[in-house]
Nanobody, 125 residues
């Protein structure tokens, strides 16, 4: 069973919005932080945003600051990514991830223990 399940991807025109959701499929999964990463064709997976539950701290990669917002519900192990003013370069498969070890290294993929299977976001020009 995949521990994290993403939803909300799709096709949108440039300037539009999408909201991605990610939920833990197991109640026993308890995380210190959750994040979003993305991978465009022919590129490596890159960090997008992360949230640390205890402090509420949010961290974003520069290219999405002011356009994307990460939020969530720790009790439900659910995280969202509101994406506004989308650009064609945002086209990618988006993955959510959970950090259950408490290392809080938000942009470091190795800090995350569980991953979803990804949801496709396509932004047309």
């Amino acid at each position: 069973q995949v521990p994290l399940v993403e939803s909300g991807g799709g096709l949108v025109q440039a300037g539009g919005s999408l909201r991605l959701s990610c939920a833990a499929s197991r109640r026993t999964l308890s995380s210190y932080a959750m994040g979003w990463f993305r991978q465009a064709p022919g590129t490596e997976r890159e960090f997008v945003a992360a949230i640390r539950w205890a402090s509420g701290s949010r961290y974003y990669t520069d290219s999405v600051k002011g356009r994307f917002t990460i939020s969530g519900d720790n009790n439900k192990n659910t995280v969202y990514l509101q994406m506004n003013s989308l650009k064609p370069e945002d086209t990618a498969v988006y993955y959510c991830a959970a950090d259950t070890g408490g290392s809080w290294s938000p942009s470091d993929q190795s800090a995350y223990d569980y991953w979803g299977q990804g949801t496709q976001v396509t932004v047309s020009s």
